[in-house]
T-cell receptor, first 114, second 116 residues
Framework: EPEVTQTPSHQVTQMGQEVILRCVPI?????FYWYRQILGQKVEFLVS????????KSEIFDDQFSVERPDGSNFTLKIRSTKLEDSAMYFC????????????FGSGTRLTVV | GESVGLHLPTLSVQEGDNSIINCAYS??????FIWYKQESGKGPQFIID?????DKRQGQRVTVLLNKTVKHLSLQIAATQPGDSAVYFC???????????????FGQGTILTVHP
């Protein structure tokens, strides 16, 4: 069964550093998403991406965040200057069609900011 | 604002029992609902979904019920097994007219523990 692959599985970074979280969506999917989950809390939407541009973003997704599809297979989330409160699980997801039907989530990257 | 919430944060059952996990949503415009299972260290895994033009949908050992009058969603798991132990989330999407790019709003989650 096709999978959404995320790397690394765990990233530790110092406060103020830039991090890039990587995702390889399912190959025929066209819509891409990032979510985060702070430990013990619910999963929160960050951003959706289609046709090489952001289609929707949440209030969490401020100027410190950016997304990119650099080469047609990877989908990345960059946090420019990490803060302690950015520590969370970050999940990438993709879907083949517009809307929430047929989402597939990756296993996540645990980001720890120290 | 919009929110999706759960009545019970934890649920413990014996193996073989039926489990019912509940979810309340506040956005009456939501028209698509999904239940996800999340095991430790993994991403949300799709279980079953339902659109707002239905009130019941059945899968393998799982049933989702939707009551739009009281904005309530439930997940029923028949003959619960130890492998069903996980956190269960409901999520909602407002997809009317195909305008949504798929943003999901998740509830808080219910921890289901199945005792052998």
């Amino acid at each position: 069964e096709p999978e959404v692959t995320q790397t690394p599985s765990h990233q530790v970074t110092q406060m103020g550093q830039e991090v890039i979280l990587r995702c390889v969506p399912i190959s025929n999917h066209l819509y891409f998403y990032w979510y985060r989950q702070i430990l013990g809390q619910k999963v929160e939407f960050l951003v959706s991406f289609y046709n090489n541009e952001i289609s929707e973003k949440s209030e969490i997704f401020d100027d410190q965040f950016s997304v990119e599809r650099p080469d047609g297979s990877n989908f990345t989330l960059k946090i420019r200057s990490t803060k302690l409160e950015d520590s969370a699980m970050y999940f990438c997801a993709s879907s083949v069609q517009k809307g929430a039907y047929g989402y597939t989530f990756g296993s996540g990257t645990r980001l720890t900011v120290v | 604002g919009e929110s999706v919430g759960l009545h019970l944060p934890t649920l413990s059952v014996q193996e073989g029992d039926n489990s019912i996990i509940n979810c309340a949503y506040s956005n009456s415009a939501s028209d698509y609902f999904i239940w996800y299972k999340q095991e430790s260290g993994k991403g949300p895994q799709f279980i079953i979904d339902i659109r707002s033009n239905m009130d019941k949908r059945q899968g393998q050992r799982v049933t989702v019920l939707l009551n739009k009058t009281v904005k309530h969603l439930s997940l029923q798991i028949a003959a619960t097994q130890p492998g069903d132990s996980a956190v269960y989330f409901c999520a909602e999407n407002k997809d009317a007219g195909g305008t949504s790019y798929g943003k999901l709003t998740f509830g808080q989650g219910t921890i289901l523990t199945v005792h052998p």
